[in-house]
T-cell receptor, first 113, second 115 residues
Framework: AQSVAQPEDQVNVAEGNPLTVKCTYS??????LFWYVQYPNRGLQFLLKYITGDNLVKGSYGFEAEFNKSQTSFHLKKPSALVSDSALYFCAVRDGSNYQLIWGAGTKLIIKP | NAGVTQTPKFQVLKTGQSMTLQCAQD?????MYWYRQDPGMGLRLIYYSASEGTTDKGEVPNGYNVSRLNKREFSLRLESAAPSQTSVYFCASSEAMTGFDQPQHFGDGTRLSIL
């Protein structure tokens, strides 16, 4: 069965420091991986995706994610955090045999000035 | 660009009442989805419509019905609301469900409280 785990409920980072939000997955075939961000009282917004190819994927707002097949991970990263990056971040996965996205529980990212 | 529009934004119901949540997208997308979001549980798929004229159950369909009215609109109905259906409901759309790399686009949600 497909599954996604975001092991941290909350991540706290000082402004200007690098940030990492962790995601691990389990699928039976090749994974299609996504990161979304949710700001308060808003819907989810697509950040980036991994389908195939380069293991480092770049997305919106300066975010990037690293796909690691051996560790079945897809961690979200940013070199220098901004206070405006504070939000809820969701990882999602599907494999080639299932049309439905499976969502992680979300990680609250707090960037302190 | 309106994207995905959900109405209403907030609603309070009494147990046993019924209501319909409306969703419309203006991106000419084929596939549409209804999710509920509860604290600490991420998103759970209620129903989806892969294309106009089709609907299918997701992970948590009990207590809900849907209608794909046309390509633009996908409504969610609670026939007899229960307190367990208190949640934030999100509608989303994508170009086609069969496109595995296509992201979903979300509305801003309907915050529903059942007393």
């Amino acid at each position: 069965a497909q599954s996604v785990a975001q092991p941290e409920d909350q991540v706290n980072v000082a402004e200007g420091n690098p940030l990492t939000v962790k995601c691990t997955y389990s699928v039976s075939g090749n994974p299609y991986l996504f990161w979304y961000v949710q700001y308060p009282n808003r819907g989810l917004q697509f950040l980036l995706k991994y389908i195939t190819g380069d293991n480092l994927v770049k997305g919106s707002y300066g975010f990037e994610a690293e796909f690691n097949k051996s560790q079945t991970s897809f961690h979200l990263k940013k070199p220098s955090a901004l206070v405006s990056d504070s939000a809820l971040y969701f990882c999602a996965v599907r494999d080639g045999s299932n049309y439905q996205l499976i969502w992680g529980a979300g990680t609250k990212l707090i960037i302190k000035p | 660009n309106a994207g995905v529009t959900q109405t209403p934004k907030f609603q309070v119901l009494k147990t046993g009442q019924s209501m319909t949540l409306q969703c419309a997208q203006d991106m000419n997308h084929n596939s549409m989805y209804w999710y509920r979001q509860d604290p600490g549980m991420g998103l759970r798929l209620i129903y989806y419509s892969a294309s106009e004229g089709t609907t299918d159950k997701g992970e948590v369909p009990n207590g809900y019905n849907v209608s794909r009215l046309n390509k633009r609109e996908f409504s969610l109905r609670l026939e007899s609301a229960a307190p367990s259906q208190t949640s934030v409901y999100f509608c989303a759309s994508s170009e086609a469900m069969t496109g595995f790399d296509q992201p979903q686009h979300f509305g801003d949600g309907t915050r529903l409280s059942i007393l």
